[in-house]
């Protein structure tokens, strides 16, 4: 066997804890498949007398993550520390330019910085790698560079926030309102320290982003993605998508065609007769369209010291093994810069559920609306009259714009007649 690869862990959380004791278990399995030991040289914690439920014993525990990147006795930085600016983005740059490989799960920063930092890896000729970083355990990014390689990628799309489906999941099978899960949620520790990151389509949004680099072979435009969360759906929404045959998801999307890249994360009502409908829980699922192998579908655990400490020591047994690879599956300087497309271009089908007064004429006011637009509407239903006394009145369309439905959305919402903000959610299938 060669000599040991020589790793340094920052970060002792979840992640990192997760990392730790993969390689501590399965080291002799690792060694085997890997072709040489993996060592754990060094590890780094904010705070160093914090209890930890695991064995340290023989890693040199540091307080300055930052010095483990030019540490003469590393290979190998795994950086779980997490956020996009300070000691995570400071320590993955100097590592990369000390000539050190770095993995990282750090989806915030790869979204924000990945292409910067990839190009510093090609200088330093070291490989920057971060399966964890997308759907934790899933391995997405392996598929997109290897097994997936063959095929033009037309469309990747996915369930990537297992916090928003855990809520949507539990709001569904036990008719609960958001809030009581959310509050649930929060005990549990599965929202972000920030919420906003999980319940605003954020993190989703780093991870659509990420995937559509790899996927589509463009530069990663976090920016572009147009992201909302789910904090408009109530339980009547998730009744009523129910009674109509679809469950409702946090979906990230991208698109790429003639060199316009739509990127987009938003709740949707899926039919219950896809296989998306039924992913439960805090799983996460990606599906990838290519041109020549069809529709392929992952599902698997998208966080987790488990699932997300497996991507990080996949990454960490290929360096071992000797397997190099551009970040992004392609070299920098042939990344696309692709332009953003006009997500108001985009066709479907939409749910639109109203708060209206209950009171005669209602009805004539949103559907002239329709007509201004030239939506054409399958169905419309009164479901109940709701504690503040306004109908509920939700409208299926037919195939429209998204720009045709956010106009209506907009004219609706400015009625006398509408007591509340229409929720509008796009419908899959
Ligand atoms: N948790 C998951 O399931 C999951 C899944 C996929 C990806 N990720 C990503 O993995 C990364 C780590 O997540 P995590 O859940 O493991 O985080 P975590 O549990 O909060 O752990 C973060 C670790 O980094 C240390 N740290 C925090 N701020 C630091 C700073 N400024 N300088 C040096 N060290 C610092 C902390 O030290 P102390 O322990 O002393 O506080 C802690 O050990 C993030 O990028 C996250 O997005 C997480």
């Known amino acids: 066997m060669s000599n040991p690869l020589r790793i340094a862990v920052a970060g002792l959380g979840t992640v990192g804890a997760g990392t730790i004791s993969i390689l501590q278990r399965h080291r002799d399995m690792i060694a085997q498949r890997a072709g040489r030991d993996v060592t ?89 790698a971060f399966e964890a970083a997308v759907a934790g355990g899933i391995p997405v990014i392996a598929a997109l560079r290897s097994g997936l390689a063959a095929n033009r990628i037309e469309k990747i799309s996915g369930i990537l926030n297992g916090t928003c489906n855990y809520i949507l999941s539990r709001m569904y099978h036990e008719q609960l309102e958001q809030g009581v899960v959310m509050a649930d949620a929060a005990k549990l520790g599965y929202l972000e320290a920030d919420p906003s990151l999980d319940i605003d389509g954020i993190d989703a949004a780093h991870k659509i982003a990420i995937l559509a680099s790899l996927a589509f072979g463009t530069q990663v435009d976090v920016a572009g993605v147009k992201a909302t969360g789910i904090r408009s759906i109530t339980l009547r929404d998730v009744r009523y998508a ?15 065609h003639d060199g316009t890249l739509i990127q987009s994360v938003h709740p949707a009502l899926v039919a219950k007769a896809l296989p998306l409908a039924s992913v439960d829980s805090s799983f996460n699922a990606v599906q990838i369209e290519g041109d020549s192998v069809g529709r392929v579908m992952f599902e698997g655990r998208g966080a987790g010291a488990g699932p997300t400490g497996s991507a990080v020591v996949a990454d960490i047994i290929a360096l071992a093994r000797g397997d190099r690879y551009p970040a992004f599956t392609v070299p920098t300087a042939s990344l696309i810069a692709s332009s953003a497309g006009d997500v108001h271009a985009q066709r479907a089908c939409f749910y639109l559920r109203l708060s209206l007064k209950d009171e005669p004429g209602v009805l004539a006011e949103f559907t002239r609306v329709f007509a201004e637009e030239d939506i054409s509407v399958r169905a419309i239903t009164q479901r109940d009259i709701a504690e503040d006394a306004s109908a509920q009145v939700v409208v299926l369309t037919h195939v429209t714009t998204s720009g045709q439905i956010a106009r209506a959305h907009q004219k609706i919402a400015g009625l006398a007649v509408c007591v509340a903000p229409p929720v509008l959610m796009q419908m899959e299938g």
């Open 242 to 256: 129910d009674a109509f045959g679809y469950r409702i998801k946090l979906l990230g999307v991208a698109e790429f």
């Open 40 to 128: 754990i040289v060094a590890a780094s914690a904010r705070d160093l007398t914090k209890k930890r439920d695991i064995d340290l014993s023989g890693i040199d525990i540091v307080n300055d993550a930052v010095s483990l990147a030019t540490r003469s006795d590393v290979d190998v930085v795994v950086e779980v520390i997490g956020g996009h600016e300070g000691a995570a983005k400071t320590l993955v740059e100097s590592a990369l330019r000390a000539g050190k490989h770095v993995v990282t799960a750090n989806k915030a920063l790869i979204a924000h910085h990945g292409v910067m930092l990839a190009k510093l890896s090609e200088i330093h000729g070291v490989t920057l």
